[in-house]
């Protein structure tokens, strides 16, 4: 099994997962006959055959999180913060000629190499947690939506592809604007919209008649939204969707099919 995903990794696509975990990752307690969130995250990177999961409010320290990974998986994220790592198999991680992160540790982001010059940059993100609200949180998210635009902004002028997963706290429909008010989801589309980004499980989904079941926050009776996303340009979305199989957190994780160009 192995070596047959190794072999996909030579295909022309990856599959990625955004996820918030709730943080935990690595905590023995018993969790629906696993030994940990590590354990389910694991799981399901098998038998959805991921390639790529961003997770967010991680609770661990990145080293200790690269100690407890099997050989097949690699993580990446900033050395002191606790709060997003890629998880990347190794027939990925091989191909990364670059990573780093900012300051917050909120922005992950790695660079793959191919042949001929080919590059695609694949970002993981957490946005600040009450951003929907508006006020002085938007304004802190504010600031890290322009840092990644900047980043952004100059490889998609070079040609190079690029995505952003994670949950970044932010609703792109007006539909649920009593979840976020409307200065919060007018300034996400402008950062989508600017970069020629789109969230690929709305690309694909919104609009036929199942947008109702499309949430990512499951919160019971308190609502449900969408803030989770895979954002990136149109054209390298294969398919997306949601997960509803393992519950380790009130997020659902968010899967997508994106086109390889390494």
């Known amino acids: 099994h192995q070596a047959q995903r190794t072999q996909s990794c030579m295909s022309d696509k990856f599959r990625v ?123 802190q998210q504010e600031a890290l939506l322009q840092k990644m635009e900047r980043m952004l902004d100059k490889k998609l002028r070079k040609e190079k592809s690029c995505l952003i997963a994670g949950d970044i706290n932010q609703t792109l429909r007006k539909s649920e604007g009593k979840t976020g008010n409307a200065s919060s989801i007018r300034r996400f589309r402008e950062f989508t919209e600017g970069l020629g980004f789109v969230s690929a499980l709305l690309h694909l989904n919104d609009g036929k008649g199942t947008s109702k079941d499309l949430y990512s926050l499951d919160r019971g009776s308190r609502g449900q939204t969408l803030i989770d996303h895979i954002l990136t340009e149109p054209q390298e979305i294969l398919q997306s969707r949601i997960i509803k199989t393992v519950k380790i957190s009130d997020h659902w994780p968010v899967l997508a099919d994106i086109r390889s160009h390494i």
């Not at 993981?124 to 938007?138: Q, V």
């Open 17 to 139: 997962i955004t996820w918030n975990i709730g943080g935990g990752l690595l905590a023995t307690t018993s969790l629906e006959g696993q030994k940990s969130k590590l354990d389910a995250i694991l799981e399901l990177a098998e038998s959805e055959e991921a390639d790529m999961i961003a997770i967010q409010e991680a609770g661990c320290s990145l080293r200790s999180l690269q100690k407890a990974l099997p050989k097949n998986f690699k993580a990446y994220g900033h050395a002191h913060k606790q709060l997003v790592f890629w998880i990347i198999r190794v027939g990925w991680s091989a191909r990364i000629m670059a990573r780093g992160s900012d300051a917050s540790g909120r922005i992950v982001a790695v660079r793959l190499a191919g042949k001929h010059g080919a590059r695609q940059i694949c970002v993981a993100f957490y946005g600040i947690a009450g951003a929907s609200s508006g006020g002085d949180k938007l304004n």
